[in-house]
Nanobody, 126 residues
Framework: QVQLVQSGGGTVQPGGSLRLSCAASGSITNRALMGWFRQAPGSQREGVAAINNLGSAKVADSVKGRFTISQDKDKNMVYLQMNSLKPEDTAMYYC????????????????????WGQGTQVTVSS
């Protein structure tokens, strides 16, 4: 079992920044891969960023250069730093965890994850 508790999010103007946090606990095996997903109303859930316990990271093309995923292993925390936010970034954001994967080719797909956080709303609006 893995527990994921998210914090952060909120409303920000276009061009602004937010940081999402995810506190993970439980099975180490099932949190060797950590990811962030988002889902806008009427849309499918989309993989945003992923990082494994070796520190290899991947971000989606749609957020590349603006979003950064990082982790603090000592604190069992994963972060999503979001800069230069756009209205199209508005969505519910979810933290997720899964077993280790050396290659991150599939790390932005839901099937790589077993556990999900509760979700946190990010709204980008003027």
């Amino acid at each position: 079992q893995v527990q994921l508790v998210q914090s952060g999010g909120g409303t920000v103007q276009p061009g602004g920044s937010l940081r999402l946090s995810c506190a993970a606990s439980g099975s180490i095996t099932n949190r060797a891969l950590m990811g962030w997903f988002r889902q806008a109303p009427g849309s499918q859930r989309e993989g945003v960023a992923a990082i494994n316990n070796l520190g290899s990271a991947k971000v989606a093309d749609s957020v590349k250069g603006r979003f950064t995923i990082s982790q603090d292993k000592d604190k069992n925390m994963v972060y999503l730093q979001m800069n230069s936010l756009k209205p199209e970034d508005t969505a519910m954001y979810y933290c997720a965890s899964g077993p280790f994967t050396y290659t991150l080719s599939a790390a932005l797909r839901e099937g790589a994850y077993n556990y999900w956080g509760q979700g946190t709303q990010v709204t980008v609006s003027s």
